[in-house]
């Protein structure tokens, strides 16, 4: 199974694309970040997102995204504009034929860790350990997406 997971943002989108095998094996296929202007307009920011997600999609052709939920707990100009780019990334997805599966924080800490109260060097650390890379992925953008998709190969059943 092909996943890509998203961690959704409007100046900076990551996205990791990783193979999930039976046995719980997991191999990185891909992985970034989508960058936009800071003085952009929004609707040209989102229009960006599309564009290079679809792109990104073709490329390496997942059947699942797998995306992070949204959980601001104060600032709410950033979290409409975060769930602007999660719901074009979605939409993209979704246009794409994939699957959408969403994870809270609280699930992808759980997952990876064991314990959701992990802190972000913990989360970083075993997504180099479970793909087996040398260093952690960069920036973090990069490896929040990347576990989020690991969360989704850990959630199923693959056959």
Do not use: W
Not at 10 to 16: A, D, K, Q, S
Not at 19 to 25: E, L, N, P, S, T
Not at 101 to 130: C, F, H, N, S, W
């Amino acid at each position: 199974m092909r996943i890509i997971g998203i961690d959704p943002g409007t100046g900076i989108l990551g996205f990791g694309v990783i193979d999930a095998a039976k046995g719980g094996k997991v191999k990185l296929v891909d992985g970034g970040v989508i960058r936009t202007k800071v003085n952009q307009p929004l609707d040209e920011r989102l229009i960006e997102i599309y564009r290079h997600l679809a792109s990104i999609i073709s490329k390496t052709r997942p059947t699942v995204m797998s995306i992070e939920k949204l959980f601001f707990a104060q600032n709410v100009t950033t979290a409409m504009s975060v769930s602007h780019a999660r719901g074009v990334a979605m939409l993209t997805g979704k246009i794409a034929g994939l699957e959408v599966a969403e994870y809270t924080p609280l699930q992808i800490k759980q997952a990876l860790t064991g314990y959701g109260r992990a802190d972000k060097k913990q989360m970083q650390e075993m997504v180099k350990v479970l793909l087996g890379l040398k260093s952690v992925p960069k920036p973090d953008d990069c490896a929040d997406a990347l576990a989020c998709a690991i969360t989704h190969s850990m959630s199923v059943r693959v056959k």
